[in-house]
């Protein structure tokens, strides 16, 4: 049977997107397991999404080397098997196909930007018979961005696009042109794309669903997880200490401490909101070219117990950052495929399991999100739309 549910990557030839593609092939054709695949749980399956063998890929970059490359540089580093790489290398050319030239922030009239992305976009679903799109951002991680009148409101944006201004930042621009193809938008990194309210309106006026922001797959999964311990054993947390050192691409973009504040703001953001209180403690982020797509957290945490005697844990870190971020985003594509189908618009908060900084009023921690998810995906399965 034919795919019927587009997955379209902005970044489609980087790390997180190879891994993802490579992932898709492997399953599709049996090759590979579902570790980490969270749709394919029993009690979230319930929803119903697509399969994985659904999907089919295409996207955007501005990069010019093709897939095949990436996944055999990604093999090298021991993120997968060669074998694995030259098993599904025809499925990898046949993806490769599908990617077009992307777009920068100023790269001309922004107006002409969205138009072209949107075209491509609304082609790929038009060339394949789909039935609907998914677009999701694992592009380079954006600065933080200061919000314009143009960013706060959709008629004034409009307004500064038709006089030939570009205020949108490239995950804007991205955002806009799917939502005006007809197609739903994860924001996978803490980019501001969705999350501008002129776009959020924008989703509303189109009637489609995004969810965002910052996949959340290590360190702060462990936050996550970990932080609400102390807040129901009512243990006061004095500082945490968060020492993050990653290779890759993303260590490399995030080596601008530009760039860099847009991640350690996204990071901070839930430590507050699961303990009840500021914590005082640094959050750096360290590029070290020899870890490749690895990436290592060491972090201390200060707390104070009964009669005020003090403690400490630390933990360390070691992960995979592709091949956590890739299962997610698989994840993710199938889930707003569901959500889209049962007639969700505006921002999904029930997805906030997956995001650093999820959208909306959202719980922050691990529990409470998953329980949110497993609320909603019981509501989809049973026919209820929320």
């Known amino acids: 049977m034919a795919p019927r549910t587009g997955l379209w990557f902005i970044g489609a030839r980087g790390s997180v997107a190879t891994t993802a593609t490579v992932g898709a092939l492997a399953m599709t054709a049996g ?83 969205i138009e072209q992305v949107s075209r491509d976009v609304a082609g790929f679903r038009a060339a394949h018979g789909l ?27 409009d307004r500064a696009l038709a006089a030939g201004e570009s205020p949108l930042p490239a995950s804007g621009v991205y955002a806009y042109a799917a939502l005006r193809a007809g197609c739903p938008f994860v924001a996978f990194t803490p980019s501001p794309g969705p999350r501008l309210p002129a776009i959020d309106q924008l989703a509303h006026r189109t009637q489609l669903p995004w969810a965002g922001t910052d996949g959340k797959t290590g360190e702060t999964l462990i936050k ?38 847009s991640k350690t703001r996204s990071k901070n953001k839930g430590l507050a909101s699961i303990l009840g209180h500021p914590v005082d403690g640094p959050m750096h982020i360290d590029y070290l070219p020899d870890l490749g797509d690895w990436k290592t957290a060491w972090d201390l945490v200060s707390f104070e117990g009964f009669l005020g005697t003090k403690m400490s844990m630390q933990f360390t870190w070691q992960g995979c950052d ?8 698989l994840d993710l594509a199938r889930l707003m495929a569901r959500a889209h189908r049962a007639g969700a618009v505006g921002a999904v908060e029930s997805l906030g399991f997956f995001f650093k900084d999820p959208a909306g009023d959202t719980p922050h921690d691990l529990a409470g999100q998953w329980r949110a998810l497993l609320d909603w995906c019981g509501q989809i399965g049973s026919g209820e739309q929320r």
């Not at 980490?36 to 063998?53: F, I, M, N, S």
């Not at 990436?70 to 499925?91: I, K, Q, W, Y």
């Not at 592709?322 to 985003?329: D, G, H, K, Q, W």
Request: aromatic content about 4%; some cysteine.
């Open 224 to 261: 996550s997880a970990l932080a609400p311990m102390f807040a129901t054993r009512a243990l006061r947390v004095r500082s945490w200490a968060s020492y993050n050192l990653l290779g890759g691409g993303d260590g490399q973009a995030l080596a601008d401490p530009e760039t860099a504040e």
């Open 131 to 157: 039935d609907r799109v998914i677009v999701i951002d694992v592009s380079t991680t954006e600065p933080p961005l200061e919000l314009a009148p143009e960013h706060r409101d959709l008629d004034e944006l």
């Open 31 to 113: 090759l590979a397991p579902r570790t980490g695949c969270v749709a394919d749980l029993p009690e979230v399956a319930v929803a119903a999404p697509p399969g994985v063998d659904d999907l089919l890929i295409g996207g955007h970059d501005v990069v010019g080397d093709a897939l095949p490359k990436r996944a055999e540089a990604l093999a090298a580093g021991g993120v997968f098997g060669h074998e694995l790489a030259r098993a599904v290398h025809s499925g990898l050319v046949e993806v490769d196909a599908r990617v077009r030239p992307g777009i920068t922030s100023n790269a001309g009239f922004q107006r002409d930007a």
């Open 322 to 329: 592709s091949a956590l971020a890739a299962p997610l985003v």
